[in-house]
């Protein structure tokens, strides 16, 4: 490593293997509450995402763009600060798959932590309706939020998976690279981008879906919000429980596919199955 100033790939491929590990056999409290507090870090991102895209009149793209950038405090805040968020726990596969851990240890630290994620995202949707938050520029906030909630319900089931996919292979590529940062400047220069991207694209993640859509299922009962809102009928009449548990279900395959599988399974093909293979055939020699 000598003049390189980040971990390479296959040194990360490790160091995620291993941190996985550690993970998936930390104690059951200790990962609940490291749950609750990434659910609320990314919650608190999507606050902040949501109060940036209020009355800008940049036009869609660089709005989306800045709300993205935004966003991206929620991951910073969990890889930084040390939390358990679901969507990048989807790299603990590459434990699993060689051997370090067994399937069950994988998916209960899996329902451990989304369960404490949902904790943590609707804590802080109690928090901010409390607060009113959604009140400011004349609810103006309130009805961005109340708009990107009712467009996330009205998506087609395959619509959201696809998103999903699409969103947790940006989330884990921030990981990724985030792993392979030496200091905190790194690892959150190294976030950024990825977070931003699958915002301004639109993509779904169902982490910050416990937030928005609640959020939104809150407002809806505030007739001066929806009446700021503009939002067609139709498209009102999918936020509920219902497109909120379609939307939920969808988006957490898809991150699970696009994590678990486009991220995790990839370079564990790549860069750890062949050190694997060539220890097997040594250790074979006579």
């Keep these: 490593m000598t003049g390189q100033d980040a971990f390479s790939p296959p040194e990360v491929a490790r160091l995620v293997e291993t941190r996985g590990v550690a993970k998936a056999t930390a104690p059951f409290l200790t990962t609940l509450v490291l749950g609750v507090v990434a659910g609320a870090f990314i919650a608190l991102g999507a606050v902040l995402s949501t109060t940036i895209a209020t009355g800008s009149g940049l036009g869609f793209g660089p709005t989306r763009w800045l709300a993205g950038v935004g966003f991206s405090l929620g991951l910073i805040l969990v890889v930084v600060a040390g939390a358990e ?47 009113e938050w959604w009140r400011q520029d004349d ?12 467009a996330k319900t009205s998506l087609p089931f395959l619509v959201v998976l696809a998103r999903g996919v699409l969103a947790n292979a940006l989330v884990c590529l921030a990981v990724w690279l985030a792993a392979a940062g030496r200091s905190v400047i790194d690892k959150v220069a190294a976030i950024v981008l990825p977070i931003a991207a699958f915002v301004a694209a639109g993509f779904e993640h169902s982490i910050a879906n416990m937030y928005f859509i609640p959020m939104g299922l809150v407002l809806r009962e505030e007739p001066a919000v ?61």
């Excluded at 609810?139 to 009712?150: E, I, K, R, S, Y």
């Excluded at 809102?229 to 969808?250: E, H, K, M, S, W």
């Design 85 to 131: 968020l679901f969507t990048g726990n989807n790299l603990i596969v590459m434990s699993a798959v060689s051997g370090r851990i067994p399937i069950r240890r994988l998916l209960a630290n899996w329902g451990v932590v989304y369960l404490g994620n949902a904790i943590g995202a609707l804590s802080v949707v109690i928090m901010v309706v409390v607060a």
């Design 139 to 150: 609810l103006g906030v309130g009805a961005v939020a109340l708009t990107t909630a009712a």
């Design 226 to 286: 929806v009446t700021a809102a503009q939002i067609p009928q139709d498209r009102l009449a999918t936020l509920d429980l219902g497109g909120f548990v379609n939307n939920l279900v969808a988006a957490t395959i898809g991150n699970v596919i696009g994590g678990a599988v486009l991220v995790g399974l990839v370079y564990w093909f790549v860069y750890i199955r062949p050190q694997e293979a060539s220890g097997a055939a040594g250790s074979m020699k006579p």
